[in-house]
């Protein structure tokens, strides 16, 4: 089982930026395709980004294109989301997960297919 701890959050202003980090330890994460989720308060948790095993294919839901880049360093086990923050929508509990099947493509962005989370990091945006 892979385990996942995510960093980074905190209190910034929008227009600001942040990067989370993901570490995984336990079994490796470089064959399996992986994700950042957010949940807001009263909201679901909704998929904010993904990228392949290879770091070759990204997904962004629209809300954050443009303005969100997720990145991999297999090497170092550790999965990023740089984020250019601009609204306070942004604000949310973000989760890093592991898609469950190895070298899955499509990249798939329900949370069903995710079987390995972290215990979120908190971003709070600022008008």
């Known amino acids: 089982q892979v385990q996942l701890v995510e960093s980074g959050g905190g209190l910034v202003q929008a227009g600001g930026s942040l990067r989370l980090s993901c570490a995984a330890s336990?079994?490796?994460?470089?064959?399996?395709?992986m994700a950042w989720f957010r949940q807001a308060p009263g909201k679901e948790r909704e998929c904010v980004a993904a990228?392949?095993?290879?770091?070759?294919?990204?997904y962004y839901v629209d809300s954050v294109k443009g303005r969100f880049t997720i990145s991999r360093d297999n090497v170092k086990n550790t999965v990023y989301l740089q984020m250019n923050t601009r609204k306070h929508e942004d604000s949310a509990i973000y989760y890093c997960?592991?898609?469950?099947?190895?070298?899955?493509?499509?990249?798939?962005?329900?949370?069903?297919?995710?079987?390995?989370w972290g215990p979120g990091t908190q971003v709070t945006v600022s008008a």
């Open positions: 997960a592991k898609d469950s099947i190895i070298r899955v493509f499509p990249l798939r962005t329900r949370q069903y297919a995710y079987d390995s």
């Open positions: 336990g079994r490796t994460f470089v064959n399996y395709s």
């Open positions: 990228i392949s095993w290879s770091g070759g294919t990204t």
